[in-house]
């Protein structure tokens, strides 16, 4: 694909759409678009744009598709996989306008919200109604940017990712135009599942300017266990016993003893430095599941577990799973982290643990694992100095084989974070044949590459 | 679209493929393959295959698409919408000897099936793992068929539809192409989401030659709670509390007074004549919800309440759910059912059931209303008389006008019998502007329309 150059009289012709003061050439704006929270390299669009209507997104995409600008989405820029770099520079979206909770239909257990409202503040005005929008990724991302990268979290065991929460979407099509996908119904046979398509891909299809959401009862019964084991064997017989048992866990998180070490050294928590399961039940006691996951722990050889009943109980043993990040950047100031995301059947997560370890070894890199293991997500955070070229290239390529022994287990190259710019490599390896399938359908939707160019393909 | 009449040397071509003893153009052959469970006109495919292996089907569909011959798939033929019958003629594909359990993964709760291993005698091969695959439709679907509709049914509310409970497929595309979409990691966030574009598809994009399932754990624990309600309005009420109390019920319905008149006649269940909620919990106890339920049905004015603990005593409970259609066919011999299916959010389910109500009291025809009340999934079983070609009419306009008004209740014209031949006329109306992108999806992936012509589009 070949994009036109902004000029002058595009600008003129965008200012049109959406007056002087919601657009904007200045350096500062610019660069503030020009990265996300990954590694990857900035890159500053041309022009960014504060829409405040689907109109105008409409007005926008039409007039950019005619004159072949690239444009491209962007919520909260919290994104780890270069997903809102405009990489071929033009139009950048700013959606953070367009950020109204639209519609509480708490009858329905439904929320209509724009696209720029972010998770925080949309969960602090359903609260009121003893409701709450489940997926958490752990940043503050739009909800917008959650659609678009399918994000999940720490919740997705009970609760889904995004995907499972969504309902409903306006999406304005690369030529502009305006259309509605899936219905506020919970159950929908009807046509292609058009929904589905849209959410996770990126921008790359479609901009969203209005969600109608799935919501929750808030929980208001708390418990939460915090168990070490001798071995990622047996964390992981734990975390099938758990699941096989039907306890319904809202969490089921591992940490390995690196963390724990991490987490001792900045919290002072005092854990046995070796691998743990950390979980967390919302059931209709505050004891509920506790009992049972002791008895599951102690069985699989748990040497340490530690309980909590009650929501301030909960909160204190969570220390170990939130803020890992913060966590590991008081540890190693200066230094950068390379977030590994991975995702295998449960049954191979022992392997690509154990990969990981090796590879650490044999490298001589520090990483750290932790993750979703319910869901066979797992994350490992390398430390690196990014002002050393020949480090960073060393944690990429190690990043590159963990994410290729990934798919050999039969899993795939990103469970949360997206294929945005770092993952299009393996896109071939993972998908085969089927990444021409998806290539047909952008190309069909998207003819002229204007949406998010760069993203999912390799060019 | 045009199709080229079936040959003699066509089929000569399609017996070098599955060999003489798996082709079979007899009549019984065909009439078997002519018509599903609902009204719609039979019409008999020209050719029937038996294909055993993906390469077989691939082979076939490759073949038909340089010919430009129909192919339709074939499940259990217990579909409600027309959805398998050829009604260009052409091959159909019948998948029952594609019926293998290929592979349990009990430490994954995953299963790899072929498409035609039908629901009970997966649960069945499932159970000794402790394991099973929770979309319930109520007939003996084969799971092709499930993911082809996107079935779903009464535990939909707790497990999700045929779609969330699917993380893979193998599908043999128009041109014959064996794509794999999904993977065997419960989260996935590479790519574009072509799972969920197959899945509910209805045969009309690909053919599905193998699917990994989502398994649960077998519940041990039962409870059940059956009430009676002065009105629909305290019907509804109910639902929310149970809802938005958090008690996560495995089943959540809602039978009419007639539908409970039909059950004492038939049954003699002794029930009160009134709008009732039947639900159920597989909590971590017997007891589970029980108590909660009871107190939440006493609030919103419960005039009969009857409770059941344990799993003897809730399948006594649960008579008044199943077989309700054989219940209706034994009141009412000779006579046919027309199946309404429309789900609405929560909030407009009076509205809808009222219309209902209205409708029948003034076309003068009696139905027995009832549905997941918890999805917001209503049906309607209109009895009438086959031979009366006026009466059939006034059915099926009494039809359309409740799936227009659902329509308009912000709801789907259809919750889970998917679009078929009959919903094809609403898709409009539903989708708006999305049902062109649908059609150029479809023109996409099927240049030569070849694959189950004459459902989802009118022609």
């Given at each position: 694909m070949t994009y036109t150059p902004l000029t002058d009289s595009h600008l003129d012709a965008l200012r049109q759409i959406v007056g002087a003061d919601r657009l904007s050439t200045r350096s500062a704006d610019l660069d503030l678009h020009a990265r996300d929270q990954s590694f990857h390299e900035p890159r500053p669009p041309d022009v960014v744009l504060w829409p405040e209507t689907t109109a105008e997104v409409s007005a926008i995409v039409s007039f950019a598709n005619a004159q072949r600008i690239p444009v491209t989405?962007?919520?909260?820029?919290?994104?780890?996989?270069?997903?809102?770099?405009?990489?071929?520079?033009?139009?950048?979206?700013?959606?953070?306008?367009?950020?109204?909770?639209?519609?509480?239909?708490?009858?329905?257990?439904?929320?209509?919200?724009?696209?720029?409202?972010?998770?925080?503040?949309?969960?602090?005005?359903?609260?009121?109604?003893?409701?709450f929008f489940p997926p958490d990724p752990g940043a503050d991302a739009t909800i917008g940017g959650m659609v678009a990268n399918n994000s999940s979290g720490i919740k997705t065991i009970k609760?889904?990712?995004?995907?499972?929460?969504?309902?409903?979407?306006?999406?304005?099509?690369?030529?502009?135009?305006?259309?509605?996908?899936?219905?506020?119904?919970?159950?929908?046979?009807?046509?292609?599942?058009?929904?589905?398509?849209?959410v996770g891909s990126e921008g790359t299809l479609g901009l969203i300017t209005e969600a109608t959401l799935k919501l929750r009862p808030l929980p208001d019964k708390f418990s939460a266990v915090l168990a070490a084991f001798p071995d990622i064997e047996s964390v992981i017989q734990t975390v099938v016993d758990i699941v096989g048992m039907g306890l319904d866990p809202s969490a089921l998180e591992f940490l390995d003893s690196e963390t724990a070490h991490a987490l001792n050294l900045d919290k002072n928590l005092g854990l046995v430095e070796a691998p743990h399961v950390l979980m967390e039940f919302n059931g209709s006691s505050d004891a509920d599941g506790v009992a049972e996951a002791r008895s599951i722990c102690e069985a699989n050889g748990a040497t340490d577990i530690r309980t909590a009943t009650g929501q301030e109980e909960r909160n204190k043993l969570w220390q170990a799973r939130h803020h890992t990040y913060e966590t590991l950047l008081r540890l190693h100031p200066g230094k950068a982290q390379q977030i590994v995301d991975v995702c295998v059947p449960i049954s191979h997560y022992p392997e690509i643990v154990a990969f990981c370890a090796q590879l650490m070894a044999e490298k001589q890199l520090l990483g750290y694992k932790f993750g979703h293991a319910g869901d066979g997500n797992l994350h490992m955070n390398i430390i690196y100095d990014q002002s050393n070229p020949a480090e960073f290239a060393l944690v990429k390529s190690v990043n590159a084989l963990?994410?290729?022994?990934?798919?050999?287990?039969?899993?795939?190259?990103?469970?949360?974070?997206?294929?945005?710019i770092g993952k299009r490599t393996f896109a071939l390896k993972q998908h085969g044949a089927a990444i021409n399938t998806m290539r047909l359908i952008k190309n069909t939707l998207d003819p002229n590459g204007i949406l998010n160019p760069g993203k999912i393909f390799l060019d």
């Open positions: 989405a962007w919520g909260a820029g919290s994104s780890l996989e270069g997903n809102p770099i405009p990489v071929h520079g033009g139009i950048l979206l700013d959606f953070t306008r367009m950020n109204k909770v639209l519609n509480v239909r708490a009858e329905d257990f439904q929320v209509d919200v724009q696209p720029g409202v972010t998770r925080i503040e949309l969960n602090k005005q359903l609260a009121r109604f003893g409701l609760y889904g990712a995004t995907k499972d929460n969504v309902l409903r979407l306006e999406v304005v099509k690369a030529d502009g135009e305006v259309i509605q996908v899936g219905s506020r119904a919970r159950k929908d046979s009807s046509g292609y599942d058009l929904l589905h398509l849209f963990i994410v290729e022994h990934a798919i050999d287990l039969e899993g795939t190259s990103t469970g949360e974070h997206g294929t945005g």
